[in-house]
């Protein structure tokens, strides 16, 4: 993508610099004025009921389904990934389009919670009511998936919402919301705005219910400085460091194939993708040995028959080559590859060993397809260095029996076992991190209720023989409630037991 003027984005293929598209820059009155749009198509959109909502989000389905060859076509071009990467990512769409709209009627219906002895005559219910306008502010490397997920959430939960793509990626922003007016007939309950930090920070400022950001991990301490200035809630998730553990008794080759694909798969640019890989000392040297052989088999460019495309923004060659060069000079060691890798707007994959784990491609975003393994002597090991990690987003375990009880140990929102970014295809699973890979949640129950306000109702159907919420109880009354409670706690009418030796 590149900017030509202040108040115009042009999208162009990464590959060639062919021009995709042009897009206005919204300025902060034209922020404001979507948003209140949005707030005046809320009630109506609320109304609708979950059954209606998902009828229009079933349609909107389809549509893309229908249309499928040429959103494929546009995030290819617009990111530089591969056809089958841009495949995916379309799949992946549908499939948690289609989970928001079917399940969102049953996770957000009310519930009824017990009341307590001390409540008895009273019913509790919990309801989950839509937020109003919820603002998403979405990513360039998987610039429909990644950012489909808050908005069908926040629309199926029953909020409009007010769509900034990334600066990067303004076609498919515009065609995905494009889309589902079309479907819909309701241009109103999703809408776009164009533009870069300002923009975003505009629609931080803009009075939204609530913001969802997917982005680096700097940009969303700005989103949050920004939101906290109206006490506008936010959801964060920021960058990744993911880490694999291969244990001695893993199968080798199923967890080669799977980290080879985790890390260099679109480029690397994956904020749950692959980049540090601990295996076990007694395995180690014939993991990596497969792994290195199917990296180096892997095509790099721009042709069709390419495994890997382009960095997708202009600085980010520059940034892998200084983890690269950071890596080496600390006495790692390349077994493929190194800094002649990078030619932007290309890099081949590169293959680190023995690399400290203070270097920066160890603690720090590479986001490029670059693997570090590192040898371990024990999954204890394995577990300490990945924990070490700022970042808490997402990892994998290879192991044939101590997989689960390893996974349960990471610090991470999610864990893959045996494989690698499966819990991202799963629609009912929650995704999203720690530390600083941010918080709160998308996708599954949790992405539903994220985006909803939660309302409880205490209903009294009985009227109580003893009234303590009054200024007319009794000394009796009161004294009643205690030694009830009492009995209920388990505490008797004698009080707690003395130890032996006390006064």
Same mark, same amino acid.
């Given at each position: 993508?590149?900017?030509?003027?202040?108040?115009?984005?042009?999208?162009?293929?990464?590959?060639?610099?062919?021009?995709?598209?042009?897009?206005?820059?919204?300025?902060?009155?034209?922020?404001?004025?979507?948003?209140?749009?949005?707030?005046?198509?809320?009630?109506?959109?609320?109304?609708?009921?979950?059954?209606? #909502?998902?009828?229009?989000?079933? *349609?909107? /389905?389809? @549509?893309?389904? &229908? +249309? $499928?060859?040429?959103? %494929?076509?546009?995030?290819?071009?617009?990111?530089?990934?591969?056809?089958?990467?841009?495949?995916?990512?379309?799949?992946?769409?549908?499939?948690?389009? #289609?989970?928001?709209?079917?399940? *969102?009627? /049953?996770? @957000?219906?009310? &519930? +009824? $919670?017990?009341?307590? %002895?001390?409540?008895?005559?009273?019913?509790?219910?919990?309801?989950?009511?839509?937020?109003?306008?919820?603002?998403?502010?979405?990513?360039?490397?998987?610039?429909?998936?990644?950012?489909?997920?808050?908005?069908?959430?926040?629309?199926?939960?029953?909020?409009?919402? %007010?769509?900034?793509?990334?600066?990067?990626?303004?076609?498919?922003?515009?065609?995905?919301?494009?889309?589902?007016?079309?479907?819909?007939?309701?241009?109103?309950?999703?809408?776009?705005?164009?533009?870069?930090?300002?923009?975003?920070?505009?629609?931080?400022?803009?009075?939204?219910?609530?913001?969802?950001?997917?982005?680096?991990?700097?940009?969303?301490?700005?989103?949050?400085?920004?939101?906290?200035?109206?006490?506008?809630?936010?959801?964060?998730?920021?960058?990744?460091?993911?880490?694999?553990?291969?244990?001695?008794?893993?199968?080798?080759?199923?967890?080669?194939?799977?980290?080879?694909?985790?890390?260099?798969?679109?480029?690397?640019?994956?904020?749950?993708?692959?980049?540090?890989?601990?295996?076990?000392?007694?395995?180690?040297?014939?993991?990596?040995?497969?792994?290195?052989?199917?990296?180096?088999?892997?095509?790099?460019?721009?042709?069709?028959?390419?495994?890997?495309?382009?960095?997708?923004?202009?600085?980010?060659?520059?940034?892998?080559?200084?983890?690269?060069?950071?890596?080496?000079?600390?006495?790692?060691?390349?077994?493929?590859?190194?800094?002649?890798?990078?030619?932007?707007?290309?890099?081949?994959?590169?293959?680190?060993?023995?690399?400290?784990?203070?270097?920066?491609?160890?603690?720090?975003?590479?986001?490029?397809?670059?693997?570090?393994?590192?040898?371990?002597?024990?999954?204890?090991?394995?577990?300490?260095?990945?924990?070490?990690?700022?970042?808490?987003?997402?990892?994998?375990?290879?192991?044939?029996?101590?997989?689960?009880?390893?996974?349960?140990?990471?610090?991470?929102?999610?864990?893959?076992?045996?494989?690698?970014?499966?819990?991202?295809?799963?629609?009912?699973?929650?995704?999203?991190?720690?530390?600083?890979?941010?918080?709160?949640?998308?996708?599954?129950?949790?992405?539903?209720?994220?985006?909803?306000?939660?309302?409880?109702?205490?209903?009294?159907?009985?009227?109580?023989?003893?009234?303590?919420?009054?200024?007319?109880?009794?000394?009796?009354?009161?004294?009643?409630?205690?030694?009830?409670?009492?009995?209920?706690?388990?505490?008797?009418?004698?009080?707690?037991?003395?130890?032996?030796?006390?006064?």
């Amino acid at each position: 993508m590149t900017v030509t003027a202040p108040d115009q984005l042009v999208s162009a293929d990464p590959r060639d610099g062919r021009t995709l598209g042009r897009y206005p820059v919204h300025g902060t009155a034209e922020v404001f004025e979507r948003v209140a749009a949005a707030r005046a198509a809320a009630p109506a959109w609320a109304r609708l009921g979950h059954a209606g #909502r998902a009828r229009d989000l079933d *349609a909107w /389905r389809r @549509l893309i389904l &229908r +249309r $499928v060859g040429e959103l %494929v076509r546009l995030i290819s071009a617009e990111t530089g990934k591969t056809r089958a990467d841009a495949q995916l990512e379309v799949i992946l769409v549908a499939d948690h389009l #289609r989970w928001a709209a079917a399940h *969102a009627g /049953r996770v @957000l219906r009310p &519930r +009824r $919670v017990p009341t307590g %002895v001390l409540m008895f005559h009273h019913t509790a219910t919990v309801e989950h009511h839509p937020l109003g306008v919820v603002g998403v502010i979405g990513p360039w490397n998987y610039p429909a998936f990644i950012p489909v997920g808050p908005v069908a959430h926040a629309l199926a939960a029953g909020n409009t919402v %007010v769509f900034k793509p990334s600066e990067y990626t303004p076609a498919v922003g515009a065609w995905l919301v494009a889309t589902f007016a079309e479907a819909t007939g309701r241009p109103d309950v999703l809408q776009a705005v164009f533009g870069r930090g300002d923009t975003g920070a505009a629609l931080c400022r803009s009075g939204v219910d609530k913001i969802a950001f997917t982005g680096s991990t700097e940009t969303g301490k700005r989103v949050m400085a920004a939101c906290a200035e109206n006490l506008t809630p936010v959801l964060l998730e920021c960058g990744g460091k993911d880490a694999v553990i291969v244990d001695r008794d893993a199968d080798l080759d199923s967890a080669a194939d799977a980290v080879v694909w985790g890390g260099l798969a679109n480029a690397g640019q994956t904020c749950i993708g692959v980049e540090r890989v601990y295996v076990h000392q007694d395995v180690a040297d014939r993991f990596t040995e497969t792994v290195v052989d199917r990296a180096a088999a892997l095509r790099t460019g721009p042709g069709p028959d390419a495994h890997i495309g382009p960095m997708a923004t202009p600085g980010q060659p520059g940034i892998v080559l200084d983890h690269i060069r950071d890596a080496l000079s600390r006495g790692g060691r390349a077994l493929l590859g190194g800094p002649e890798s990078v030619r932007a707007p290309y890099v081949s994959p590169v293959i680190l060993a023995d690399v400290p784990e203070d270097a920066d491609v160890l603690t720090r975003e590479t986001f490029g397809p670059v693997l570090v393994i590192n040898r371990v002597r024990s999954a204890a090991e394995a577990v300490e260095r990945a924990n070490a990690c700022a970042y808490g987003l997402g990892a994998a375990v290879f192991s044939r029996t101590q997989a689960t009880a390893i996974a349960r140990r990471l610090r991470v929102g999610m864990v893959s076992v045996n494989s690698v970014l499966a819990f991202a295809g799963i629609p009912a699973l929650p995704f999203g991190g720690t530390g600083a890979s941010g918080f709160g949640r998308v996708h599954g129950p949790e992405g539903l209720r994220e985006f909803t306000r939660t309302h409880s109702v205490a209903r009294q159907w009985l009227r109580p023989p003893v009234q303590p919420l009054s200024f007319r109880r009794s000394d009796r009354t009161m004294d009643a409630l205690v030694r009830l409670v009492r009995v209920v706690h388990g505490a008797g009418r004698g009080g707690p037991r003395q130890q032996p030796g006390s006064r």
